[in-house]
């Protein structure tokens, strides 16, 4: 690299995973956010000769990449939950149908290696501030208010700064935050257990298990009574754990061994990539699953349905077989 290569390495490159959630949080898409760093940075490099140090470098940084997400949301859907689109189902019992392709631009789940940091209370904010919640919640907002509520209430930026960034006034992004912060407010964001939490992990591999095992009566030990389900790419979702587990025991389980789930984090939260056995019985990538877990029990499930992301989460499309330890199981034990 040339000298000038190395310096504005040196100035931006330990920005990059901060500005990897910022992007994350503006568009709801971890592969799009991808994207729009690599924009933000080639942007960066092309204006870094005439950067005159006025404000700090993640300022500058920052000021980019919110443009950029700002550009790129003009002509896209906001990504969103199928409990961002309508209320429960309350309909005849039936399989889960999925929208048409292109009708509606579904969240992603965001590893938690992609934006992890060194310093341990880094990592707790970092976890805080992309929960699935929140980003769904995020979503929902006008993007120039999503915008200043993150910068203002998520990256702690000051007003004058904020209004910088986006070259509006201070009044205006005062003004504009208070409307963002009513509407979020409506937003029930649940005090959750940290993934790391001994309870949280006991959660997460009893709702592996319930799976691998196709037993409903396990998922009803780990479900708390107002858990909800959803999946992408279908519109439907649940709400309380009897609609719940009537769903998923009459129409996913299937029988015991069809499914593996391999433990991991997304979004600062208990997550797990899903594998489930095709046609020919081999164990195919099927999604992710990342589940809101509190101190009383799994709330949320949102699973979802897309093979690419198994890949995003650094995991292989297949696994081995490893129904023998099912193979005694004659019947779930729910049964």
């Known amino acids: 690299m040339t000298s000038n290569e190395d310096r504005f390495a040196a100035d931006t490159e330990r920005f990059r995973r901060e500005l990897l959630a910022h992007c994350y949080r503006m568009v709801g898409s971890a592969h799009d956010a991808e994207d729009l760093v690599q924009e933000t940075y080639l942007r960066a490099w092309r204006s870094y000769a005439g950067f005159e140090g006025r404000a700090s470098v993640r300022s500058w940084l920052y000021k980019i990449a919110t443009n950029v997400c700002l550009t790129a949301l003009d002509s896209r859907q906001s990504r969103m939950l199928p409990s961002g689109l309508a209320a429960p189902y309350d309909g005849p019992d039936r399989p889960p149908i999925p929208s048409a392709p292109g009708e509606v631009s579904w969240l992603e789940p965001l590893p938690d290696r992609w934006t992890a940091a060194d310093d341990p209370a880094a990592v707790v904010?970092?976890?805080?501030?992309?929960?699935?919640?929140?980003?769904?919640?995020?979503?929902?907002?006008?993007?120039?208010?999503?915008?200043?509520?993150?910068?203002?209430?998520?990256?702690?930026?000051?007003?004058?700064?904020?209004?910088?960034?986006?070259?509006?006034?201070?009044?205006?992004?005062?003004?504009?935050?208070?409307?963002?912060?009513?509407?979020?407010?409506?937003?029930?964001?649940?005090?959750?257990?940290?993934?790391?939490?001994?309870?949280?992990?006991?959660?997460?591999?009893?709702?592996?298990?319930?799976?691998?095992?196709?037993?409903?009566?396990l998922l009803e030990q780990v479900l708390r009574a107002d858990a909800t389900l959803e999946a992408t790419p279908f519109r439907d979702w649940q709400a309380g754990r009897t609609g719940c587990i009537h769903l998923l025991d009459a129409y996913v389980l299937g029988t015991p061994g069809d499914w593996k789930l391999i433990a991991t984090t997304a979004n600062g939260q208990p997550a797990a990539a899903v594998y489930h056995r095709d046609a020919g019985g081999s164990l195919q990538a099927s999604g992710v699953?990342?589940?809101?877990?509190?101190?009383?029990?799994?709330?949320?499930?949102?699973?979802?349905?897309?093979?690419?992301?198994?890949?995003?989460?650094?995991?292989?499309?297949?696994?081995?077989?490893?129904?023998?330890?099912w193979e005694t199981v004659n019947s779930r034990s729910s049964r």
């Open 289 to 325: 699953v990342v589940l809101t877990v509190t101190a009383t029990g799994i709330s949320r499930i949102v699973e979802f349905h897309d093979p690419a992301l198994v890949a995003t989460f650094g995991f292989p499309d297949s696994q081995s077989d490893s129904t023998s330890k």
């Open 125 to 217: 904010v970092a976890r805080e501030s992309v929960r699935l919640a929140l980003i769904a919640s995020l979503q929902l907002l006008p993007p120039r208010q999503r915008a200043i509520l993150i910068l203002r209430e998520v990256l702690a930026f000051p007003a004058t700064d904020t209004a910088e960034i986006l070259g509006t006034t201070t009044a205006a992004v005062k003004s504009a935050l208070q409307r963002a912060r009513s509407r979020l407010d409506e937003a029930k964001l649940d005090d959750l257990l940290e993934p790391t939490d001994e309870r949280a992990r006991a959660l997460l591999d009893g709702y592996i298990t319930a799976f691998e095992r196709s037993d409903a009566g």
